[in-house]
């Protein structure tokens, strides 16, 4: 839980949150309610127990309560690192939300780095650098002189394209992720920059890959732009996201689904001469398959695999 990961800077207030924590684990959610509040009137600044004081009153079925807590997380902090701008969003009727706070998407991976590539693959099943390893062989790809793997985080997706790059850099926001990817030793550059908000370098690759990341991005317009203009001529981009209905939809996992005619029209409005959507299963969440897709493009037309099982959607 949220309060009790990071303390009030106050003793009392953080054992308080742990015993609220111990109430709402038994279903005890007015008690934890209660004793949260009393923490806080110890430590009123404490952003994290006023993003889980919103949790334990949305458990609580007290959506207006909750919503007054995490207005107040956004007073206190505007960078909202909790995200609690997107639990207010999922309150709404129809979420608006096109974007993520950079801060909450930094944290949120600088929790997940020590335990992520066991979370990822063990538990939720994560396929995705395979899956985008396998599309891409059979649009033609078969060796990139200079690969760029947006949002590395941990290097699986470097792992498997290593092998097949001269060379290969990553990008990410967290620094803890970069550093366990470093350890890995896969890649010939690291950088921490936010992906959603790169600016031009004058950089070109032959190959941009993105897994699982666009999840955590929303609209696509400004990265799938940058993309084009970092890539040569012939080069290729390639990258997975969750399968939703009309352009980009949040979840009520925080994460962002977008549509199959919005990915196929941005990238044909970038540039992209062609462009391959496949269905498929790239992660679970809580034993449940995640349908998404994974999507192939190049600013070359792409060879066609004889032997593909159809399910591809074919766009130009």
């Known amino acids: 839980m949220t309060a009790t990961r990071f303390s009030s800077g106050d003793p009392v207030a953080d054992r308080r949150a742990e015993y609220a924590g111990q109430f709402a684990a038994r279903g005890e959610t007015q008690a934890a309610i209660d004793v949260l509040k009393s923490a806080l009137d110890l430590a009123?600044?404490?952003?994290?127990?006023?993003?889980?004081?919103?949790?334990?009153?949305?458990?609580a079925g007290q959506d207006e309560a909750a919503g007054n807590a995490w207005t107040r997380v956004l007073e206190i902090d505007p960078s909202d690192p909790f995200g609690a701008s997107l639990k207010l969003d999922l309150a709404r009727a129809v979420p608006l939300a096109e974007s993520m706070p950079p801060a909450f998407v930094e944290l949120l991976f600088d929790q997940y780095a020590p335990d992520f590539d066991s979370a990822l693959v063990e538990r939720l099943q994560y396929r995705g650098p395979e899956i985008l390893m396998q599309r891409l062989q059979a649009a033609g790809f078969r060796h990139a002189g200079k690969a760029l793997d947006l949002g590395c985080g941990t290097g699986l997706m470097g792992e498997v394209l290593r092998p097949h790059c001269g060379r290969l850099e990553g990008v990410d926001i967290s620094a803890r992720m970069l550093a366990e990817a470093g350890a890995k030793g896969v890649y010939d550059a690291l950088h921490k920059r936010d992906i959603a908000r790169q600016e031009a370098s004058g950089e070109v690759f032959d190959l941009i890959v993105a897994a699982d990341v666009f999840a955590y991005i929303g609209a696509l317009e400004n990265v799938i732009a940058w993309c084009r203009n970092a890539l040569v001529p012939d080069g290729m981009l390639a990258f997975t996201v969750e399968a939703g209905e009309g352009d980009t939809v949040l979840r009520d996992s925080r994460r962002f689904a977008h549509g199959q005619?919005?990915?196929?029209?941005?990238?044909?409005?970038?540039?992209?001469?062609?462009?391959?959507?496949h269905p498929c299963v790239v992660r679970q969440d809580r034993g449940t398959d995640i349908l998404s897709y994974c999507v192939v493009a190049s600013l070359a037309p792409l060879r066609h695999d004889r032997e593909d099982d159809g399910e591809a959607r074919e766009a130009v």
């Open 44 to 59: 009123p600044h404490w952003t994290a127990g006023w993003f889980q004081l919103g949790q334990y009153h949305q458990d």
């Open 261 to 277: 005619d919005y990915i196929a029209a941005l990238l044909a409005q970038a540039g992209f001469s062609g462009i391959a959507i």
